[in-house]
């Protein structure tokens, strides 16, 4: 079984969205969905609704009574998992049909502790009732390890991993804030190198209204100082996934990939105004 981890407050159109997403993953083992809410609206009518539409799919959802952190709610998430495999997803990406199948085939025949997929960031932006897509830039690189000393080139909802690895490491370090993420991989690293699927199976929600923490990076030094001084990794410049495309010294590293997504916004489409606050970037 393959777990996924989703951690969510006050965003139940984008979750809806993001459960018929996972629901139409092409994947032959079974999935477990583990949705936590941190303290906003009850996720439960958006949980019931797509487990009665989706049968093959198992669900596991809980309600926390008041806000404790992303990074909290994705480990209590976790301790729910059942699979041998977990998978996180933000509520606001998607992931293609075929996500969790490529990663799976990959990892169950490896001694590699984790996977990756690559990406695509796209820019929404709703006006009117409508969505519209915006930039659309692909977010693939050569040895994903050999930069996570200076930067974080993996998306979470890219990321497959075994459990029996997350028990070795003893989890996700709340102290960590923003950059769980990147600390994770770091420690992950420690147990093998990951494995790369080269199709851009995920697409990374860019909020092109700036509604997203990390389109002001530098709100999240506190948590950035935090993870240097954690790894020793000195002095590093607050950065997001869009502006890492940027950055010269990384265009050695810049992969080719396959692109799959052919530009339907339907993906994004909630069936209703999107409120709230969310965990993405």
Request: proline share 5%; net charge neutral.
């Amino acid at each position: 079984m393959i777990s996924v981890v989703i951690a969510t407050r006050n965003r139940l159109p984008h979750l809806r969205a993001c459960l018929r997403a996972i629901a139409r993953q092409t994947v032959a083992t079974s999935v477990q969905v583990c949705v936590v809410n941190d303290g906003g609206v009850s996720v439960a009518p958006v949980v019931e609704q797509v487990q009665r539409k989706n049968p093959h799919i198992h669900f596991w959802f809980h309600d926390l009574a008041r806000h404790r952190g992303q990074v909290y709610a994705r480990h209590l998430a976790i301790t729910a998992a059942r699979g041998e495999f977990i998978a996180f997803c933000d509520d606001d990406d998607r992931w293609l049909p075929n996500h969790l199948s490529s990663l799976w085939s990959l990892l169950k025949a490896s001694d590699a502790a984790w996977a990756h997929t690559d990406a695509e960031l796209v820019e929404v932006r709703r006006r009117d009732g409508r969505i519209e897509i915006g930039g659309r830039f692909p977010f693939a690189w050569k040895r994903a390890d050999l930069l996570l000393r200076r930067y974080n080139p993996l998306l979470p909802s890219t990321i497959l991993y075994k459990k029996s690895a997350h028990l070795r490491l003893g989890g996700l370090d709340e102290s960590m804030g923003h950059y769980w993420d990147w600390d994770f991989w770091l420690r992950l690293s420690t147990l093998s190198r990951p494995l790369r699927v080269p199709m851009a199976t995920v697409l990374y929600g860019l909020d092109a209204d700036g509604g997203q923490a990390s389109s002001h990076p530098d709100s999240m030094r506190p948590y950035l100082t935090a993870l240097t001084d954690k790894h020793g990794l000195g002095e590093l410049p607050t950065m997001n996934f869009r502006l890492m495309l940027d950055q010269p010294d990384l265009a050695p590293y810049r992969a080719e990939t396959r692109i799959l997504w052919d530009g339907d916004p339907g993906l994004w489409d909630t069936g209703e105004a999107v409120t709230g606050e969310g965990f993405n970037g």
